[in-house]
T-cell receptor, first 114, second 109 residues
Framework: ETGVTQTPRHLVMGMTNKKSLKCEQH?????MYWYKQSAKKPLELMFVYSLEERVENNSVPSRFSPECPNSSHLFLHLHTLQPEDSALYLCASSQELREPGLQFFGPGTRLTVL | GQNIDQPTEMTATEGAIVQINCTYQTSGFNGLFWYQQHAGEAPTFLSY??LDGLEEKGRFSSFLSRSKGYSYLLLKELQMKDSASYLCAVRDSNYQLIWGAGTKLIIKP
């Protein structure tokens, strides 16, 4: 595997379900990000982790709970979601948190909340 | 507040040239990025501008004017595979990326 991978690619869940999204980066990067992408809206930064510590939480509802067990893996735990949470959830990584470099993205998880 | 504006959708013809504009108002500036995103796929990096002027990379070029808060992405010799969304993003003084909503480019034969 190379780059940034995400599983599952598609997820349909009810509002009472609990599920988790997984992201893995094979680039040796130290920073990882969760974004929400809704149709015709800018990417919304949800969480940022640097060296396994959360450094940013952009007013995300508590029904979204991130976890970063090591610098290669990032999870987004979901519970009691709302239909408006349906979106594409993108994971990204970068070498360091603050640097001139790039963010590399995974293909995303298309989430539908019924 | 911080804001990135780009057209929602553009249509162009195969073999032609298209220019996608991006204007921004941000708290500070530490570089501007263009990403390409095909439907159902990851955004992939296209170009980076931090100084004024034109950066050319094959069929794609990106221009920046910091005084005007303006950038454009120029795509030449359009191919059907260029049909995608193009995302403009600016890194602000806190090194946070501020994203535009993206421009969906439709290429017609």
């Amino acid at each position: 595997e190379t780059g940034v991978t995400q599983t599952p690619r598609h997820l349909v869940m009810g509002m009472t379900n609990k599920k988790s999204l997984k992201c893995e980066q094979h680039l040796g990067h130290n920073a990882m990000y969760w974004y929400k992408q809704s149709a015709k809206k800018p990417l919304e930064l949800m969480f940022v982790y640097s060296l396994e510590e959360r450094v940013e939480n952009n007013s995300v509802p508590s029904r979204f709970s991130p976890e970063c067990p090591n610098s290669s893996h990032l999870f987004l735990h979901l519970h009691t979601l709302q239909p408006e949470d349906s979106a594409l959830y993108l994971c990204a990584s970068s070498q360091e948190l603050r640097e001139p470099g790039l963010q590399f993205f995974g293909p995303g998880t298309r989430l539908t909340v019924l | 507040g911080q804001n990135i504006d780009q057209p929602t959708e553009m249509t162009a013809t195969e073999g032609a040239i298209v220019q996608i504009n991006c204007t921004y108002q941000t708290s500070g500036f530490n570089g501007l990025f263009w990403y390409q995103q095909h439907a159902g796929e990851a955004p992939t990096f296209l170009s980076y501008n931090v100084l004024d002027g034109l950066e050319e990379k094959g069929r794609f070029s990106s221009f920046l004017s910091r005084s005007k808060g303006y950038s454009y992405l120029l795509l030449k010799e359009l191919q059907m595979k260029d049909s995608a969304s193009y995302l403009c993003a600016v890194r602000d003084s806190n090194y946070q990326l501020i994203w535009g909503a993206g421009t969906k480019l439709i290429i017609k034969p």
